[in-house]
C-alpha cells in the first residue's frame, strides 16, 4: 500500500467484496481488501446470474469471461411433473443478456479475482478482523494476524454472520425456514433439457433442475432432513418422485453437494459513520429465484461507486442514500424470495390446488413477463 491510510477497507473477498474491489481498483482507488480464510473457496454455491448483474457489472471488464463460460438459459418453466404450469421467457427482455447465466459461484468469484489482478489489485490472506473502531476522520480494524489497517472508509463484505455489522451494533432482524435444501451438481441423462432452468412442483414436494458448464445440472429441494453429503441413490429418489415422468433422468454421479437451511433476515440499517453494508451482511433469504448472490453484486457495485463520489469530494450524504436504496431493494427481494418459496414449500395438501392455480396464472402474459422482469432484476434499473 502507498498510502498509510487506504480509501477504503474491504472486509470479506466473496462475490461482494471482489466485486466492490474491482470497481474501486478501476476507478483509481487505494483499496485494501482482506479475507480471513487461506484461499478462495472452490465449492459451487449461487450458481444463478441474472441479466442486471450482467449490465451492472459491464463497465468493470469482467463480463465477456463470465458470458463465455455460463450456460445461458432463456426460459424459466414451473413444471408438475411433465405438466407445463408456467414458462417465464427471458428471450424477450429488453437487454444484451435476455437469459439467466448459470455459472458455478467459485468460477464467478475467480473471474473477479483475476480481473481485480489485472487491475493491480489482491486480497490479503489470511486475514481475520476482530475488531473496528471509528474516529472522525477514520475506521481502523485490528487483525489477528499483523498490524491494523486505517481507512477512511470500510466495505463489510464479510458474509452473514458479519462481525463488521455486529461491532457497528446493527441488528439482523428476521427468522428461519423450517425445511432443509438439499444441493447437489450432478450429471444426468435422460429427459432434462440444457436449455432451461425448471422448477418441478410436484406433489412430492419442489426440486429444481438446472443446467451448469461441463454438462453438469445443479439439482435444489426442499426435505425435512437433508443429508450432509447427497449421494446418486438420494437425488436419483428426488428425481423419481419429482421429476419429469415420461422420460426420466438419471444421475450418473454427484460431483459436489451439500446442504443449508435458510434464513430470512435484513440488517436495520446499512450504515454506521464510517462502515457500510453490502451482500450477505446486510441480507439473506431463501434461494428460491436465485436473488443472493445478485443483490449482493448490485450492492457491491453501488457501494464502490458511491464511496468514490464521496471521495472525491461529494457530500457524504450520498452514503444514506445507499444505505436506504438498498435497504428497499433488499426489502423487496427478501419478500419476493419469501413469496416463492412459500409457493414451493405448500403443503401437501394444498399442492393440487396450488399447481391448478398456478397453471391458470401461466396462460396470461402479464402474469409471466411480470415475474420476469422481477427474476431478472430489470425491475431494479
Ligand atoms: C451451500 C450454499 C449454497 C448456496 N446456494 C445459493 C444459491 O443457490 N443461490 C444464491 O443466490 N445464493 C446461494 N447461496 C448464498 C450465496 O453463496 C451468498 O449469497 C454469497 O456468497 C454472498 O456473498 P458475500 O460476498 O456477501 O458473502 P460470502 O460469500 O459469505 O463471503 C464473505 C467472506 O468474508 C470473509 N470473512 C468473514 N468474516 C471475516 C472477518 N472477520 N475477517 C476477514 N474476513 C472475513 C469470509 O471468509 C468470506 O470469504 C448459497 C450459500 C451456501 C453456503
Redesign the pocket.
Given at each position: 500500500m502507498k498510502n498509510p491510510i487506504a480509501d477504503v477497507l474491504i472486509?470479506?473477498?466473496?462475490?461482494?467484496?471482489l466485486t466492490a474491489a474491482v470497481v474501486l481498483e478501476q476507478l483509481g482507488h487505494e483499496v485494501v481488501i482482506?479475507?480471513?480464510?487461506a484461499e478462495g473457496?472452490n465449492t459451487s454455491?449461487?450458481?444463478?446470474v441474472h441479466p442486471r448483474t450482467l449490465e451492472i457489472l459491464e463497465p468493470y471488464g469482467v463480463v465477456p469471461a463470465l458470458v463465455a463460460r455460463g450456460v445461458h438459459t432463456p426460459t424459466f418453466t414451473i413444471r408438475d411433473r411433465d405438466r407445463l404450469l408456467m414458462a417465464v421467457p427471458f428471450s424477450a427482455l429488453p437487454t444484451a443478456y435476455p437469459y439467466t447465466l448459470m455459472i458455478s459461484?467459485a468460477e464467478t468469484e475467480k473471474f473477479l479475482l483475476d480481473r481485480l489482478t489485472e487491475l493491480g489489485g489482491k486480497v490479503t490472506r489470511p486475514?481475520?478482523?476482530t475488531g473496528i473502531a471509528q474516529d472522525p476522520d477514520t475506521v481502523t480494524a485490528t487483525l489477528s494476524e499483523g498490524e491494523p489497517i486505517r481507512a477512511r472508509y470500510l466495505l463489510a463484505?464479510?458474509?452473514?454472520h458479519s462481525?463488521a455489522r455486529e461491532q457497528s451494533g446493527i441488528r439482523f432482524t428476521g427468522g428461519s425456514y423450517a425445511e432443509s435444501f438439499t444441493?447437489a451438481d450432478v450429471r444426468l441423462t435422460g429427459g432434462v433439457p440444457t436449455d432451461e432452468v425448471i422448477l418441478y412442483f410436484s406433489p412430492a414436494g419442489l426440486v429444481v433442475v438446472a443446467p451448469l458448464p461441463d454438462g453438469r445440472y445443479r439439482i435444489?429441494a426442499t426435505v425435512d432432513e437433508a443429508p450432509h453429503n447427497p449421494d446418486i441413490a438420494f437425488v436419483q429418489r428426488l428425481l423419481d418422485e419429482r421429476g419429469p415422468r415420461t422420460r426420466p433422468a438419471v444421475v450418473e454421479e454427484v460431483v459436489w453437494g451439500?446442504r443449508?437451511r435458510v434464513h430470512h433476515r435484513i440488517a436495520d440499517v446499512f450504515r454506521h459513520g464510517r462502515v457500510l453494508l453490502a451482500?450477505?451482511?446486510g441480507h439473506v433469504h431463501s434461494?428460491a429465484g436465485?436473488?443472493?448472490?445478485?443483490l449482493?453484486i448490485e450492492d457491491a457495485v453501488t457501494a464502490a461507486t458511491t464511496l468514490s463520489r464521496v471521495l472525491a469530494g461529494e457530500p457524504e450524504t450520498l452514503l444514506d442514500d445507499y444505505a436506504d436504496a438498498r435497504r428497499r431493494a433488499a426489502e423487496a427481494v427478501v419478500s419476493l424470495a419469501g413469496r416463492l418459496t412459500d409457493l414451493a414449500t405448500a403443503s401437501a395438501r394444498v399442492r393440487p390446488m396450488r399447481n391448478t392455480v398456478m397453471a391458470l396464472a401461466g396462460k396470461v402474459p402479464a402474469v409471466r413477463n411480470r415475474l420476469a422482469w422481477r427474476l431478472s432484476g430489470l425491475d431494479r434499473r
Open positions: 472486509v470479506g473477498a466473496g462475490p461482494v467484496g482482506v479475507d480471513r480464510q473457496a454455491r449461487a450458481a444463478v459461484q486475514a481475520t478482523v463484505a464479510d458474509g452473514m462481525l444441493l435444489v451439500s443449508f451482500g450477505d451482511a434461494p436465485g436473488q443472493g448472490m445478485n449482493g
